[in-house]
């Protein structure tokens, strides 16, 4: 199964790539940041953003794109624009029948350290180790593109489907499943941006 | 000159599109609000969005098309889609080399009304005086497109070019160029999400 995972930005959109094998093993494919100026008018950044997804989907093929949710609490200079480039990425990918899903960034943190409040730099090294990367990926975004992937790939409602792949479950997998089933994160509230 | 107005919504996306003639002679050609299920997943939604407004954006093949500018401190639970529809939007029209506006809703009060702070109702009679219509169109969604579109054909920049045309100016109009003038609003900021 090919993952792509998407950290949403106006002037920074994170794009990994990886492919989840048997037995849960995951492999590197690709990550890139898609840019645009923020001198540049709204319409000609969203429009960039639009062509550089939809061309690294139809590159990829995968078969679901994971996106950051974006909550509304942020940053309000920021948040709209990601919300915009979120959205975008959503209707490049059902455009193609491809299915969406979206994780939050402590969903992610929590899958990929077994922490939900683990810092970035213990996301990146994790990312590195897990992808059997030689070094960090940079920036921040690309990291986050390529953990919000594993996170996907790892999420325990695949993994919990036959208890007998549960017992392939990491520490941070089975604390992960243990505290989505707490907070009651139904498969709806997952979705929902 | 015709100008596709949008009052963006994941729910009911209002368009509204009239023609701009000699002496700000201002007709109608048509209003629909595109819906989508709020029980359908956010990717399905954003979609029919999307399809909705490219095609009619093809459709009527406009010369601008002008958007309610989204402000975060709405409610929480809708800008972030209602983000993600304007964004939509500026995306179908640049990706056909459209160029976009954005005015707020204040200022399309202001353009119609000569009242920044009026009433809905106020402003659906006037869109309905101003474009000789029979009947308030309906619901809101459907006005607020077709208000967005006259404000935006209104405008005072455009007015204001050249003495000769500043005559045709209403009051209302004249009210909303010297607020303008007075809130410093650079064409940078009308661009801006």
Redesign the interface.
Known sequence: MIVFGVDPGLTRCGVGVIEAGASRRLSFIHVDVIRTDPKD????R??QQ?QGLSRKIEEFSPDVVSIER?F??HN??T???T??????A??A???RSI??AVHTPSEVKLAITGNGTAEKIQVERMVARILGLNVLPKPADAADALAQAITHALRPSGALQGGEREQHLTMAQRQWAQQLQKTKMSKGAL???
């Not at 008018?41 to 000609?44: H, K, M, S, V």
């Not at 919300?83 to 975008?88: E, H, I």
């Open positions: 008018p709204q319409d000609i969203l429009l639009w974006v509304a609490q309000v200079n948040v709209l624009g919300a915009q480039v979120a959205g975008l959503m209707v990918a059902a455009e299915p969406t979705r929902g941006m």
